[in-house]
């Protein structure tokens, strides 16, 4: 039984990707542009979105700062001048730099709250009453396996992506019951210039379009939550389970943080 109405035909359908200049959002923009839907793309560079449409005729670029809440609303505004109507929202705008409490730096901890969490609200509270009138649509939010628990070195990431998990639980109680889709995405180490900057080798890394390629499968079959590649979040989610008095120790000896 799907727990969402399953999205295979995206021929004609309004799809508005926040977070599309590069990587994950980028490549499941692409994806969706050659399933025939109207792809709008988001994000802070112009230069990256105007390229995407260069390369996709008929897609929209829509520059934003998720952090500007007057932004995402003229950015909404001019999509449904343009389109009429929205069929999926993916928001999939993200910040990250790795932090531990040695080094704390609030003002980086706070970017991304604003970036990851505050974002994810000013696009919700864009496209949501537009939503709700029309009945139908569907919500999808892009957080991490980083939220699932807490991990080294996550201090300022791990938190804003447990709130995005939980987010999008919360939402799916109020809207499934209006018509509405929402999902989660939660992939593991993809290789975009958000990870670029890690120093240490990345387990079971996938390429972005290898990402959008699960995101459309998770969409078309209804599912609430996608995770991969499953050969690594498979074993975080058995992690997930394990007590505490076992999961600190055993995360810092495979991690030697
Ligand atoms: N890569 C991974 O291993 C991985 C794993 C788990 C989850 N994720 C999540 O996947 C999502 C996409 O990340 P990615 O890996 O594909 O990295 P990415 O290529 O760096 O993409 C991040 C996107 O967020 C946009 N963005 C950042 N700040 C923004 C702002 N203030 N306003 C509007 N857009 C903003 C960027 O566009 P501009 O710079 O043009 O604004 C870009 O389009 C993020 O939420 C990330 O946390 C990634």
Known sequence: MPMNPPLTDWTGRVVWIVGASSGIGRATAARLARAGAHVAVSGRSRAALEGFVDTYPGALALPLDVTQRESVLAAHDQLRSQWGRIDLVMFCAGHYRAQRATALDVDDMLRHQQVNYVGALHVLEAVLPALLAQGQGHL???????????????????????ALNNLAECLYFDLASQGLGVSLVNPGFVQTPLTA???????????????????????????????????????????????????FPLLRRVTGL
Not at 140 to 162: D, E, H, I, N
Not at 198 to 221: H, K, S, T, V
Not at 226 to 247: A, D, E, K, S
């Open 197 to 247: 900057g890690n120093d240490f080798e990345m387990p079971a890394l996938i390429q972005p379009d290898e990402a959008a390629r699960e995101i459309l499968a998770g969409w078309a079959r209804g599912d609430f939550e996608m995770h991969f590649p499953r050969r690594f979040t498979g074993v975080l989610r058995l992690l997930r389970r394990l007590p505490h008095r076992l999961y």
């Open 140 to 162: 999808s939010f892009v957080a991490s396996v980083a939220g699932w628990r807490g991990l080294p070195r996550a201090l300022a990431y791990g938190p804003t992506k447990a």
